[in-house]
């Protein structure tokens, strides 16, 4: 019997109709000699530090370094702290029994550094020794799948990208835990979440928003002239720019006295852009962001989707290549999108056309190639997904048409001693211009319409500005410019030998970045304002603390990265990693429990049960900061969401007056007063119904 697993039910579907494991059974698929189960994606985790018998938030404990990590099953939170996840129980059950019943394994989880995790920590923890074989694909196409399965790796050839996901997994452990405690227990109040990843990216959010806030714009100015030449007029401004207005009117007042504009000089050429390289998911993200204004979570949530509907191929890839024998199937998945409405005719304008190989490379495709569609045409998609198809389907057309060739022509005028520039250009080939026709292409400003100018000749001016302008200061970050300065961090390091070792390196992974945005909204360290990210004053608040920490060093975080990718490829020993993250471990604790935060916490009274702390709001409960009392009021009460101020007067007066709308198990509405009971529980008051006869 041969068991395979895969990341989700889905997939597994799919792949036990293509081998014949069509029978239903619970929590897996069976027929044909095969027994097909599946994960919810991680359903094992690294155990927190209680189950090392240390007890959390306490100074004394820091830091936590576990000799050897414990895992355990995907926690959920509970009204008294967390619990497994029954759901996630059911399952290992099921996979563990599938697993004993096998004599081999086919892993099916995503290909790739999660993927691989997800296996192995749910191997490791159900204690399994079968062996083990790898089913690696860039899609879920039945072809693909078909291949892959005559294809299988042995297992062990993938134990280099698993020490790395451990690795990595272990790292976020030891720097997450003990960085957030450790500021924590030194601002005595809340939880302040950090992370190997989640805080340089706060510090790159916060650091642009307090430049762009504190930037003074100072004035300048400059001209424009209006002219024309065989009957088509054009603009041109000046080269020069004033810091005085005066010295600007001077200079205009000459050019107007020279009542012409004199032909400097022309000159012109012809330029080719070459077409743009494919998607990865970090350039599919900052375009989506960018045109869609969707976040880089949605557009990876998208992207999973139409890979899981056959129609796009993996999408958590880092490269932005093909290899050889992909770029042998170009010919035909650009046919086929000759049968997709919106890019037919420019599909159907390739037949027959050698493509473009700017994008082949088998030296600079990882773990996948990047993102292209497969051979399945789509049928039904959301309105979303379909604006996500068409960005890959589109730039796979322009990766592997032809470049677009135009004839610029730049001139210089000149008068009253001062010059003025005027650019123009003529599209003599679209190329892969063309499959947007020009929309959305990020198209420069070369359209001005120049007439054919001569040196030497002489221009009317039929009018002339004196322009006032500012300067102004970088914008706020974007999801698309956050993802772009994660990616490039190492590219704007000053010391230029780490900048050299870190330039492919960033932060994040493509994987992970959306997911490290995320967690920044969650924590409520940013927010969105229109397509800006900005920070709040929480997130303000651990900026100020944490920017000249260790926490948040970006060149830091890129090595790690560089380390990880070390790993993987077998050139590094994942122990010395680890050595190197407790030592930093230390060090971050040692700085942060040093430190002192200031939030403001707005409304807040004294604990009624052990009268030395004082309540703590979040969003779900509220808590005593006292880290040895259990009091704990959680704020969604039968379907009614309590304010801060009505669990200020329950633990101040022990009872709230009447509160409207709560839900019964039955649907049913009904008001209530809280009051604590003498063990401090929470428990509902209810009025007296009024015309009660009197006993």
């Given at each position: 019997m041969i068991a395979l697993i895969a990341e989700k039910p889905s997939v597994a579907k799919d792949i036990a109709r293509i081998i014949g494991a069509t029978r239903k059974n619970d929590g897996y698929l069976s027929g044909n000699g095969y027994m097909v189960t599946w994960a919810f994606g991680h359903l094992i985790q690294l155990a927190m530090p209680e189950a090392y018998g240390v007890a959390n938030f306490r100074r004394e404990s820091l830091p936590v370094i576990p000799e050897r990590f414990q895992l355990i099953p995907r926690q959920v939170k509970a009204e008294k702290?967390?619990?497994?996840?029954?759901?996630?129980?059911?399952?290992?059950?099921?996979?563990?029994?599938?697993?004993?019943?096998?004599?081999?394994?086919?892993?099916?989880?995503?290909?790739?550094?999660?993927?691989?995790?997800?296996?192995?920590?749910?191997?490791?923890?159900?204690?399994?020794t079968k062996p083990f074989v790898r089913l690696w694909i860039s899609s879920l196409t039945d072809k693909a799948i078909r291949e892959g399965l005559e294809n299988l790796k042995d297992g062990r050839e993938y134990d280099n990208l698993y020490r790395s996901a451990k690795a990595r997994s272990e790292a976020d452990w030891l720097i997450g835990i003990n960085a957030t405690q450790a500021l924590s227990v030194a601002a005595g109040q809340g939880v302040f979440s950090l992370g190997r990843v989640q805080t340089p990216t706060l510090v790159m959010i916060c650091s642009r928003f307090l430049?762009?806030?504190?930037?003074?714009?100072?004035?300048?100015?400059?001209?424009?002239?209006?002219?024309?030449?065989?009957?088509i007029s054009f603009t041109a401004q000046s080269t020069a720019k004033w810091e005085q207005q005066p010295e600007a009117i001077a200079a205009l007042q000459r050019v107007k006295d020279a009542g012409q504009l004199a032909v400097k000089s022309v000159e012109r050429k012809e330029t080719s852009q070459e077409p743009p390289l494919l998607y990865d998911l970090t350039t599919l993200q900052k375009e989506a962001n960018t045109k869609l204004?969707?976040?880089?979570?949605?557009?990876?949530?998208?992207?999973?989707?139409?890979?899981?509907?056959?129609?796009?191929?993996?999408?958590?890839?880092?490269?932005?290549?093909?290899?050889?024998?992909?770029?042998?199937?170009?010919?035909?998945?650009?046919?086929?999108?000759?049968?997709?409405?919106?890019?037919?005719?420019?599909?159907?304008?390739?037949?027959?056309?050698?493509?473009?190989?700017?994008?082949v490379n088998d030296g600079k495709v990882t773990d996948h190639h990047a993102l292209i569609v497969t051979e399945n045409l789509p049928g039904e998609l959301s309105k979303d997904e379909r604006?996500?198809?068409?960005?890959?389907?589109?730039?796979?057309?322009?990766?592997?048409?032809?470049?677009?060739?135009?004839?610029?022509?730049?001139?210089?005028?000149?008068?009253?001693?001062?010059d003025f520039t005027v650019k123009g250009a003529v599209m003599k080939e679209a190329g892969w211009r063309g499959v947007f026709s020009g929309q959305e292409t990020g198209e420069d400003e070369e359209t001005v319409n120049l007439p054919p100018l001569q040196e030497g000749e002489n221009l009317p001016i039929s009018n002339m500005e004196l322009l006032e302008k500012h300067t102004k200061p970088k914008p706020l970050h974007t999801e698309s410019s956050l993802l772009a300065a994660m990616e490039n961090a190492g590219k704007e390091l000053e010391d230029t030998g780490l900048n050299a070792s870190l330039k492919d390196a960033g932060i994040g992974t493509p994987a992970t970045r959306a997911a490290i945005i995320e967690t920044l909204f969650a924590r409520q360290y940013i927010v969105r304002e229109k397509k800006n990210l900005v920070p709040t004053d929480k997130g303000l608040a651990v900026y100020r603390i944490v920017k000249d920490k260790k926490i948040a060093d970006v060149e830091m975080t890129g090595m790690w990265e560089t380390a990880l990718a070390k790993i993987e490829a077998g050139s590094m020993d994942a122990d010395t990693f680890r050595k190197g993250i407790e030592v930093y471990t230390?060090?971050?604790?040692?700085?942060?429990?040093?430190?002192?935060?200031?939030?403001?916490?707005?409304?807040?009274?004294?604990?009624?049960?052990?009268?030395?702390?004082?309540?703590?709001?979040?969003?779900?409960?509220?808590?005593?900061?006292n880290v040895d009392c259990t009091f704990t009021v959680f704020r969604n009460k039968c379907d009614k969401q309590l304010t801060d101020k009505q669990i200020v007067e329950l633990a101040t007066k022990r009872k709230t007056g009447l509160i409207k709308g709560f839900k019964g198990k039955n649907g049913k509405a009904f008001d209530a007063s809280l009051v604590l009971d003498g063990e401090f529980n929470v428990a509902f008051s209810f009025p007296e119904k009024k015309g009660k006869p009197k006993k």
């Open positions: 702290g967390y619990k497994a996840d029954p759901g996630v129980l059911k399952q290992l059950k099921v996979i563990k029994d599938v697993f004993d019943r096998c004599d081999r394994i086919i892993v099916a989880t995503d290909a790739g550094r999660e993927g691989e995790a997800i296996f192995r920590y749910i191997y490791s923890y159900t204690g399994c430049e762009n806030r504190n930037f003074v714009p100072t004035k300048f100015w400059q001209l424009k002239a209006s002219t024309a030449s065989g009957g204004d969707f976040s880089a979570d949605k557009t990876l949530s998208i992207a999973q989707s139409l890979y899981e509907k056959k129609v796009m191929s993996y999408p958590r890839t880092g490269s932005r290549y093909i290899s050889e024998d992909v770029f042998d199937e170009m010919p035909g998945r650009v046919a086929l999108l000759g049968q997709y409405p919106r890019f037919a005719g420019y599909a159907a304008g390739l037949n027959g056309v050698t493509l473009n190989r700017r994008s604006a996500v198809y068409e960005l890959v389907a589109g730039r796979m057309l322009e990766a592997f048409s032809g470049r677009c060739v135009k004839d610029v022509t730049t001139a210089v005028l000149s008068a009253g001693d001062t230390r060090q971050i604790t040692a700085e942060l429990l040093s430190v002192q935060l200031s939030v403001a916490t707005g409304e807040t009274c004294p604990c009624p049960k052990c009268g030395s702390g004082r309540i703590l709001f979040y969003p779900k409960v509220a808590k005593c900061s």
